[in-house]
DNA sequence: TTGTAAGCGTTATCAT
DNA sequence: ATGATAACGCTTACAA
């Protein structure tokens, strides 16, 4: 900036209003003029860092997922980093894969964050401490401590009964992640009380819980298939099961979706790759994590944070090839 | 800095000579101690930023992708984040999907990072001007201006000649992606060499260049099966090409392995999630990352660059379902 | 061994 | 409208 403001002739402080593109910088169009000349002659590039100093904030926001090979959260980044990124923030990415999420968190704190986006597992079984002093907001959970956003979860098993239900399905059966998220819950709940509402019923082996993987799925499915009674549609509260689920049956020759219908929940690119293409719920991934970074750019450029939480984000039902209408002969 | 300073009875300078690690800071033990219990007491979190400000450098790498989506951009950001957050470094995740890769450029300069980890695609088709100033290393490229990782993509190229060789296969069939990337162009070369080697012909009809997604495999493939004489067995030059064909090929209803043999390379997960499972050349997307982030994160941890490039890294055959024995009879 | 002082590249508060 | 001058929180000679 020195050199700027030599070869502008002005001092380096002109030349920083000129350059921060401060509003109620009033300076003289002609130094003015001068400043930019000699900027873009001499190829100035602010640094950011002195910037960060000063303000004490980096304008950057910390970005903690579980894993990227979960195409939910590749989603939700990408999300986040355009609407970041468009607003100049940095976003600094953390994957609490083999590396304690408290120790990510020491570090966004240490580089003067001015906000995280986690996932609400992630937060869930984290000592509260690790988070104190840092804006938060949650992805796909609500809750009274921090921000966040959020899909319409219960909808989307909601969506996802009554599909199954129009098909003429009955006997239902339903795998969801073990995993104690508000989201996956809520997709439980909303499934079951759409049943309940149509007066049909869902024995509680036909109900299971699985590591929230392609191999969580396919033994749970599995176990469905084995079952006296199995289920004539299945329910999965993510596609990653779903996916598993699709390939046991495969595996044991249940042809779908003449035998057995099938669907799950995301959204993920994935569901289009198998055969039969799967019918599933979106959930607007990319939509949350630009949301979720929304909340942080807005609340730093002065704007507010919005007192009451955004409306959930709405889900859609993809209609596929794996659902269809129930067996008129139920399978041996 | 300072409150810790005065509760432990010392000098701010002192307290930094204790908390920065530096090995040559000769402190009394006793003073020492009384600076890292000060320090605890108070919670006392350094700022990098201040740090990173005398130091000229982030601490901090940047990471440049063409889009998150693609599961082998995800692996490699995975790879990276994991080594550079454990030597301490934090990673800048850019996506240059919607935003121009010069523009990330620019925001990685200002903010001091010590290095960019980039695509090859997205270095050949930017402004040399761009890059100047930053270390840089390339993913999957070989280049004298830059440092690179690679993996031995001849050898993906090779390995899929033989395996379909192998398999008694003679009318074979390539799809490659439309992009001028190094590791694209080595695929193919080894494919195409292996066969020759071998005194099978690949006529050019039977090689085809598509947009390296699902539907640009899926026309590829459709045009592959209407020629005169179409192929028994195709090698995708990626796994998103492949699994493109495949679909084509499930809808046309041609049966894979027994009318058709299929394989891909890059080895991502969704791979294991089609049926039949595809075969495919692993290409280890992680450790590229990971030896990209080592490359730059050992150059400023004072460790001097490797003079000579790694060797390659080794690509490995998954033989699967999706490969079979030359089919008897040729299909109609 | 420890403290003093200078400086990293900005922004912001003043006089002028 | 502009230019000194003092932070911002830290590292690093150099002096004591």
């Known amino acids: 900036m020195l050199d700027v403001a030599r070869l502008a002739g002005t001092s380096q402080p002109t030349v920083s209003l000129v350059l921060s593109g401060n509003p109620r910088a009033r300076v003289a169009a002609r130094t003015r003029a001068r400043v930019l000349l000699a900027a873009a002659q001499l190829g100035y590039v602010p640094n950011e860092v002195a910037r960060a100093l000063v303000h ?24 986040a980093q355009r609407v970041a990124a468009q607003a100049g923030f940095a976003v600094l990415l953390c994957e609490a894969r083999e590396i304690p999420i408290s120790r990510h968190l020491d570090v966004l704190r240490a580089r003067q964050i001015d906000g995280v986006i986690m996932d609400a597992v992630g937060a869930a079984l984290l000592d509260p401490e690790a988070l104190s002093g840092l804006t938060v907001v949650l992805i796909d959970e609500p809750s009274d ?10 909808r989307a098993g909601r969506l996802a009964a009554r599909h199954l239900l129009d098909l003429g399905h009955r006997e239902l059966g339903f795998i969801g992640p073990a995993i104690p998220a508000h989201s996956f819950r809520m997709r439980e709940r909303g499934f079951v009380q759409a049943l309940r509402d149509a007066n049909v019923g869902l024995t509680s082996p036909r109900l299971r819980r699985a590591e929230p993987s392609l191999q969580g799925g396919e033994g749970a499915m599995r176990a469905l298939l084995t079952l006296a009674a199995p289920p004539t549609a ?15 049956c495969h595996v044991l020759g249940v042809r779908i979706p003449h035998e057995l219908s099938l669907m799950g929940c995301d959204g993920i690119e994935m569901t289009r790759v198998v055969t039969p293409e799967l019918t599933t719920v979106a959930v607007p991934a990319r939509e949350l994590g630009a949301r979720a970074a929304r909340l942080l750019v807005n609340a730093f450029a002065g704007k507010a944070a919005p007192e009451k939480p955004g409306r959930p984000l ?7 090839r794996s659902t269809g209408p129930v067996p008129a002969v139920p399978s041996p």
Chains 1, 2 share one sequence.
């Open 56 to 79: 004490r904030r980096a304008t950057a926001i910390g970005l903690v997922v579980p894993a990227l090979d979960n195409p939910f959260f590749a989603d939700v980044v990408s999300g």
């Open 145 to 154: 401590r921090w921000q966040g956003v959020a899909s319409d979860a219960e």
């Open 234 to 248: 299945v329910f999965c509260a993510t596609d990653l099961l779903a996916l598993g689920a699709l390939k046991a």
């Open 314 to 320: 709405p889900v859609r039902l993809l209609a596929r």
